[in-house]
């Protein structure tokens, strides 16, 4: 009875798993392909699509463009998350609750409509499409969860620390910088990564805001309007290697907290 | 007479609508380990913490060595507090935790660290200088709390209910070292808590404090022997309650009418006045002798051994007579349902006029 | 001093919610404009593009579909995640917490990556794309999000909480029945609410796996091809409407647990 | 002699590698109230969850009723829990978490309702029966788990740290209340708990657990003035702890030798044994009368006020003498660095052999 039990659950493990993980393997899988079509049978593996891909003026420069994005809108994203969380924290004011809910409410709102709203305000002010304008917009998808993340970690006992800190003579000043910072660093860089990962990842806002130069998921878009290729796949499977990289970065400074 | 190291003078605080303080007066004496008692509710972490600079009283004045310090922050107080929760820096050594107070002062590396090592022989946990305060247990947290505030030398150590976080065994223990610490240090200690076995433990000055009042203050063997107030009667330890009238006033003593009879007290009071007498559980027997006076007849309730005594609950068979609580001798022999004389000498009676 | 410090932070807290609610709020506005062009100045408020909206059978098909698709597959991601997480908490497997880090893994995956990745499996078993497609899409990117939130508040208290059930001669069945989902009833309504409105407002995935019945992302994806227009500001705001309801929904959900 | 409601034979069992029970047997009397006393780590909670059902162990049996019942699941024994995080069902109200049981057993509304109801009462909390368990305090969940436990009449009810969630003072009321329905409801109750106060007013059997075995068991009374083990003597209220060597043997008495000189005990031992003296601290005396026996003289090292008694701790002068342990009068005026001379009557030195 047991046994049966412990034979379904592995069952439905692997179920589960090959369903959520089946797309990416395949993927990558067929990326490593050494024909000119990803389907079945496997004839690599081969790395000649991603010299393909390296080789691609176009591509190589996207992966550029996403990076600079990527690291500068989280940068911004972040530090506005912590200003704001610090504020909300220290001040109580009128209806914070409200305000609190209304800031963290853009993280169900569709990317798709806050790129659409985007680009009318920039079509009004005339601010041309381009990689700030992405840029910006990653900012705005970004910065409440930065705040959630970041504020989640201000508890009780934070403040309770940083009076002590205060009660021993420490200027703002100080507090902030030995004590606030030091102690919240895991939630920034937690937001910081989660931030650059959402970011490298996003389509629509950036399609919708760039023109000429442009992110390597827009790039990806274009290349898969002529079909589906093993190009294709093995810039999808680079894009997906980051992002799983900064994954695995990331929850392993949520473990490393634990035991503080 | 020393000169007086704090003087609080007619603090009010209010949180919104609710008072919390009624113009409450303290005096600290430099070297003197205070503690403020009293349930929850009752004010006596408000009152720390404006003695702390954590909160600006609403009326009232904070003189600390003479200077009015009501409106200064916590930073340029010459008070430090150590929290309930400890509020150690997580992401700091303990050493670095200790010599926080010093470095905020300007003090250089080496010598901050010579002195956060030697609040830390203090506290009994020198080992602990290169730890992070997660591998430390809760009591050794504590002591790394009270190391860092000691450090900066303050004239006022406040300590908010120190030792609530931990459990019975170790609180105890803590309770003996705090006060061994505070003996060496010499520093004045004003501590808060609840619980009245650590107040006569560890107080020269006991504060009991209800509803935003001071009900009671002096050292614990006399709040215990003559409490001022009902109130601390029952709060500082348990007492029997038996409500009654001065009668008759002489002019050495008083006859008090009870349920029981009259009574003979040596005390002066008001002839007519309600007053309240009180016997404490070790006056309390069970088998009269010949100084006895006796309270009509009990029946035992309740029986709870306790290792050197057994704690007797007895209800009274007289109308409106009082619930009496006794301590005895474990040797002695009672049970649930049994019928006893409760007495004591006339000596132990304790009058209280609020 | 306070005040000034009052003043910047109130002036601080106008900025960053103008800059993340100024995008809505335009799309918004705009779709009120009784002119052709979502541009200053503004017009209305005139409800002439929303009826322009509705007498388009595209935009209402794709709008029952697009409901369609949200409450099937996150009623779906919502069972599976919940099994998942009920498994994890009852069996203690070997490498269970590299198990459960890799259940969670996807959620920082990009969708356009995920949807390729499906592209390539559903060519390769030959599955049409249409709608079923799309919905099995969307059960892969919201069942790690259904097994998080279920799974967190799966802790030793509700262990407990089912132990004592037991003692007290409870079977199997009714631990489940009465008290796992009773208790857990909070989490599993905020999982099947953020789904649906993930699922909603999500683009990618749709437009890579539907061809002709589609989601109204999708819908208005090709209408912003002819450029931005009152009509697509209209269906824009529908469709934040009702991202917006179903996030207020939640917040009140998670709000009302807090005394629990 | 009564036959046992519940005998736990020769019971073994380990997480890991690391033992925590080993070889341990027991037995539970009907109407009884067992207490499991021990430290963190001393395998009583292990041994309850054995007897609950939770875990089953390594070796050994358990029979309820003189039915076996080691492999049986927690639904079908005749034993229910209360947990110490109470583990109420937060979604229903007092009334159907403690109805739980009985509709488990298939009983129809309006009876669960009336016996749901009873049980209420018998806590003290009939008044709360339409409420959520988080409208109520500690205190009232602790009473809703123990009706919810009570109300489906197991044979044996198992309570796990029930009062450690509680502060000090709840605890001490909530400990007398239990022992009240305890003897109300005739139900055997098996209770764990580190705190030797509790144990001693609760029990009417206890168990004094270590490391796994078990160190003493007996009624308090007996473990407190006779206790089996140097563990018990100084875990079970303290001691001050004499180690010896007998000397000479006779049939009726032995002699031991300390570094005080030699003393005689009206007990049994092989000479040459080394054994431990101990003193309770009522006992210890600080001031000598005619039939004192006395050990050296020593400094006092500290004075904790305590209301009725002052604690006093002192340092044996003599090279490797013990640290002194005694309860005084309050009236005995004493200070830290005084030299007094420890002393006890002769029959009030337990000797302890392990």
Same sequence: chains 1, 3.
């Avoid at chain 1, 606030?180 to 937690?190: E, G, K």
């Avoid at chain 1, 990842?201 to 760039?210: A, H, K, M």
Wanted: proline share 6%.
């Amino acid at each position: 009875m047991r046994g049966l039990m412990k034979l379904f659950s592995a069952i439905y493990a692997l179920a589960i798993y090959g369903f959520i993980f089946l797309p990416v393997v395949v993927l990558v899988v067929f990326s490593l392909q050494s024909t000119a079509f990803p389907i079945p049978p496997f004839t690599g593996p081969s790395t000649r699509w991603y010299e393909a891909v390296m080789n691609d003026p176009r591509l190589t420069s996207a992966l550029f463009n996403s990076l600079a994005v990527a690291i500068i809108s989280s940068v911004v994203a972040v530090a506005l998350g912590f200003v704001s969380a610090w504020g909300f924290a220290r001040f109580v004011l009128p209806g914070s609750a409200v305000m609190r809910g209304l800031i963290t409410l853009p993280l169900t709102v569709s990317y798709l409509i806050i790129g659409m709203g985007l680009l009318v305000i920039f079509n009004m002010i005339g601010l041309p499409k381009n990689l700030i304008a992405a840029g910006i917009g990653h900012v705005v998808i970004n910065l409440p969860l930065c705040f959630a993340i970041i504020y989640s970690q201000m508890g009780d006992h934070q403040i309770n620390i940083e009076r002590a800190a205060r009660d021993l003579g420490a200027t703002e000043w100080n507090v902030l910088w030995l004590v606030t910072l030091p102690i919240l660093w895991p939630a920034i860089f937690a937001s910081l990564f989660l931030s650059m990962t959402f970011s490298w990842d996003e389509f629509v806002i950036s399609f919708l805001l760039t023109r000429f130069d442009t992110t390597l998921p827009v790039e990806i878009w274009n290349l898969l309007r002529s079909g589906l290729n093993p190009k294709t796949n093995a810039v999808g499977s680079l894009v997906f290697a980051v992002s799983v990289v900064a994954a695995i970065v990331l929850e392993l400074i949520l473990l490393r907290r634990r035991p503080a | 007479m020393t000169e007086a190291l704090v003087e609080m003078k007619n603090i009010s605080h209010s949180f919104g609508r609710a008072g919390v303080l009624h113009d409450v007066s303290l005096t600290i004496n430099p070297g003197s380990y205070t503690v403020l008692l009293g349930p929850s509710g009752s004010g006596k972490t408000t009152l720390l913490s404006i003695l702390g600079g954590f909160l600006v009283p609403r009326k009232g004045s904070v003189l600390i060595r003479g200077h009015n310090c009501t409106m200064m922050p916590p930073a340029k107080r010459p008070t430090t507090t150590v929290f309930q929760d400890y509020a150690l820096f997580p992401h700091m050594s303990v050493g670095n935790n200790v010599g926080f107070g010093l470095r905020m002062k300007g003090v250089v590396k080496s010598e901050r660290d010579r002195l956060a090592h030697e609040a830390l022989v203090i506290v009994g946990l020198p080992e602990a200088f290169k730890k992070k305060p997660h591998q430390l247990s809760g009591g050794q947290r504590q002591r790394v709390a009270l190391a860092r505030a000691l450090v900066v030398k303050p004239a006022v150590l406040l300590l908010d209910e120190p030792l609530g976080a931990l459990d019975l065994k170790l609180r105890r223990q803590m309770q003996d070292e705090l006060k061994i610490i505070q003996k060496q240090v010499g520093t004045a200690f004003v501590h808060v808590t609840h619980d009245q076995e650590e107040a006569m433990a560890l107080a020269d000055h006991c504060v009991v404090m209800n509803q935003g009042r001071i009900e009671d203050e002096g050292t614990p063997e006399r709040v215990y022997a003559k409490p001022a107030t009902r109130f601390s009667a029952t709060f500082m330890g348990e007492s029997t309650i038996i409500p009654g009238e001065v009668t008759s006033v002489t002019s050495t003593a008083i006859s008090v009418n009870t349920v029981f009879g009259s009574f003979p007290i040596i005390a002066t009071a008001e002839e007519g006045a309600k007053v309240t007498l009180a016997i404490r559980p070790e006056h309390m027997r069970l088998i009269r002798d010949s100084r006895s006076i006796t309270f009509g007849s009990a029946e035992v309730t309740a029986v709870v051994f306790q290792g050197s005594f057994k704690r007797v609950v007895a209800a009274s068979k007289t109308l409106s007579g009082p619930t009496f609580i006794a301590k005895i001798p474990a040797t002695h022999e009672v049970a649930v349902g049994d019928t006893v004389t409760p007495c004591c000498h006339i000596e132990n009676l304790i009058m209280l006029t609020k």
